[in-house]
């Protein structure tokens, strides 16, 4: 009974982790092109978006950087051993203990 336990728990994991990296980071990055683009204007030109509309967008974007970042760290740290430590302000490789 405990295989079929861990199996649900791992099948979970790899929906839950699927669903924010699949779904969640597009999401987020669809939501800093759109705070981007300003308000829609049926005629003349598109109004340039404020500036707290800029800010919100590249934190937007920063975030999603980010996130590829983590993702490509542990990516390599998975191939030369080593694991991603969030012990710190940033992301760091150490050991694997």
Known sequence: MDTVRLSLQGAWDLLYNGF???AGLPIIFALGVRFLAGPAVADGPAPTPSIANKV??????AAVA???MVGIMIIV?????????FEHIFPV????P
């Open 93 to 96: 490789l150490v050991p694997k």
């Open 20 to 22: 924010f990296v699949g």
């Open 66 to 68: 980010f996130a590829v």
């Open 77 to 85: 740290g998975a191939g030369l051993g080593k694991v991603v430590s």
């Open 56 to 61: 919100l967008a590249w934190v937007c974007f």
